[in-house]
Every structure is written in structure tokens, then in C-alpha cells.
């Protein structure tokens, strides 16, 4: 992310504050690791509350929910036009379990907008990044900013 | 013939079956979800807190604690119903294997309140490998739902004998 364009900066602290602003994603702790046009990037570190299945320690599904719902809508509101969001529809494949331990990050990227919808892709890693644990496609309203 | 079972003694094992499996959980009581049964029919609870919002302006429920109380109420809906005739046997394990989430579909059909949530998920198709389950959660009228949901999950192995 460059420092000396406006804009740039202008994004990120509109996404940084749309985070900040989220009871639910600070409980998670959630983090921005990087913010561009229609571009987001989350993570949550791993904690004991989110254990899904206590027999072996993996966080639960709807954890990783949570980070990729919020990623996507961080994508959107990251996009030059967007003033507002809300998500229409989430679908996540859960391609594999998170290691117990390991920091999830989400990847989102607003891929095309219309009128009123924004049409989402995402993907959430752990450590092994070529591994993807979980991917997720979803349409998110899109209020357009005056 | 043999004489019915006391209510109380049937309502203890199944409510202790519900327990066990519920209260192990992290997430679950992280979430602070809560399970009324009836019968064998459970409704989940997501009883309202300020943590649960993901817009504050509204303010809304966030969609990912949505998603997650869905996804919740239908892998317990799906554990409680396959273990069901063995808790009526009083044969039931401590700590069920747990099916894994395959895919996962919400439907947002407006935004969550402040205000708590209930759930109800239905098993459409239950095989020894594969299972189909849609979720249902709504707030104040259940006739005006505010999310649904369809998964598709794969069962764990059946236990060994031994």
C-alpha cells in the first residue's frame, strides 16, 4: 500500500474505521492486513473460545464465517463508490480443516458491481497457504456514496 | 408389558444427552447459543448482546454471527437427531463425533435486530456419509424469518465396537 497516494490512504482509513466500528469483528480481534479497491485483507488469531470441536482443537465453521462475511464487507465498502453494505447471500465451501493454532487470514475482493449489488469472492488460509481451508462467494447490497 | 419409564427419568437422560452435547462446545458458549427442547425437537436461542453487532449504525446482527448461530443450530439439529435412538437406549457416547461442515449457504432476508434470535433446522437427508440439513431463524414472529440456510455435511465414521 503506498503511503503518498491520497486516495489510498483515504481507503484505508474508511475500512480501518468500518472495522473498528464492528462490535462483533473486534471481539474476534480482527485485523486489516491490507486494503485496496474492492480488495480486502482480514485476519483473526486462533482462540480457545472459537473450538468448534473439542476433540481436536479446530475453530468452528461459523468462526471462519464471521471473517469471511466481514472481509467481503470490507471489500465492498473499500470499492471508490460504496457508502454502505449488507450482505444478501454467503455461500463458504469448507475445503478443509484450520490448524489448531494458527492465525486465519481472509482474502476478498469485490469483483463486479452493479447498481444496487456487489458480487464477492473470498478465501480464507491458515500457515499453509497453498491450502486454501475454506472459500466463499457471496452478493452484498451496494449503496452508492453521492 | 413393561411398565413406561418415569417422565422425570426421560426428561433427566435427555436433557443430560443435550447437555453433554452442547456443553462441550467452546463456540457455543462463546456465542452464548442455548438449546429448548421439546420432545425431541429443539429450537436454538441467541440470546442478544452488544458483541454481536456488525453494524452499528442500524444497529444489525452481524452477518457472520447469523451464519453461525444457523450453522450451529443445524449441526446440533443433525448430532441430536442421529444420536436419538441411542440416547433413548441410555447408549448414547459423552462426546459424539462431530460431522464437518461441507458447504454452507445463508440467505439473508433482512437485517437481525438487537434483540434475541431462535433457530430451527430440519434434517432433509440423512445418509451414512452425507448430510443435507436447512435452518430457519427469525426474531419476533416466526412467519417473518430474518435468515435461512442449507448445508451439506459430511457424517463421521460410525464408532467401533470394542
Keep these: 500500500m503506498s503511503t503518498t497516494d491520497p486516495a489510498a490512504e483515504r481507503r484505508a482509513r474508511i475500512a480501518r474505521q468500518f472495522i473498528e466500528a464492528i462490535p462483533h469483528a473486534r471481539a474476534l480481534s480482527m485485523q486489516i492486513e491490507e486494503i485496496g479497491e474492492g480488495l480486502a ?19 468452528a465453521g461459523g468462526a471462519v464465517s464471521a471473517l469471511m462475511d466481514t472481509c467481503g464487507g470490507a471489500a465492498v465498502m473499500s470499492h471508490p463508490d460504496a457508502q454502505g453494505t449488507a450482505t444478501i447471500d454467503l455461500r463458504i465451501d469448507y475445503m478443509r480443516v484450520a490448524t489448531p493454532g494458527q492465525r486465519i487470514r481472509a482474502r476478498a475482493e469485490c469483483y463486479h458491481v452493479t447498481r444496487a449489488v456487489a458480487f464477492v469472492r473470498a478465501t480464507a488460509l491458515d500457515d499453509d497457504a497453498d491450502n486454501p481451508v475454506a472459500a466463499a462467494t457471496g452478493a452484498f447490497t451496494f449503496q452508492r456514496g453521492a | 408389558m413393561r411398565k413406561p419409564e418415569p417422565v422425570q427419568v426421560i426428561k433427566t437422560r435427555r436433557d ?31 440470546p442478544y448482546r452488544e458483541e454481536l ?61 438487537p434483540r434475541d434470535a431462535y433457530a430451527r433446522a430440519r434434517v432433509n437427508r440423512s445418509g451414512r456419509r452425507y448430510a443435507s440439513v436447512h435452518v430457519e431463524a427469525w426474531q419476533d414472529n416466526r412467519e417473518k424469518l430474518f435468515a435461512q440456510a442449507t448445508g451439506h455435511f459430511l457424517m463421521p465414521p460410525p464408532a467401533q465396537d470394542g
Aim: charged letters at 15%; glycine letters at 10%; a negative charge.
Design chain 1, 41 to 59: 485483507m482480514l485476519s483473526m488469531p486462533y482462540d480457545e473460545r472459537l473450538i468448534g470441536d473439542p476433540a481436536t482443537g479446530v475453530i
Design chain 2, 16 to 46: 443430560a444427552a443435550l447437555g453433554q452435547l452442547v456443553g462441550g462446545i467452546p463456540y457455543i458458549q462463546y456465542l452464548g447459543v442455548q438449546f429448548d427442547r421439546r420432545g425431541d425437537e429443539l429450537t436454538a436461542i441467541l
Design chain 2, 53 to 113: 453487532i456488525g453494524n452499528p449504525m442500524l444497529p444489525a446482527l452481524h452477518g457472520g454471527v447469523t451464519a453461525a448461530f444457523l450453522e450451529i443450530s443445524a449441526v446440533i439439529e443433525l448430532t441430536w437427531s442421529t444420536l436419538w435412538t441411542e440416547i433413548e437406549d441410555g447408549t448414547a457416547p459423552d462426546h459424539p463425533p462431530m460431522p464437518k461442515t461441507i458447504d454452507f449457504t445463508v440467505d439473508y432476508l433482512r437485517s437481525g435486530l
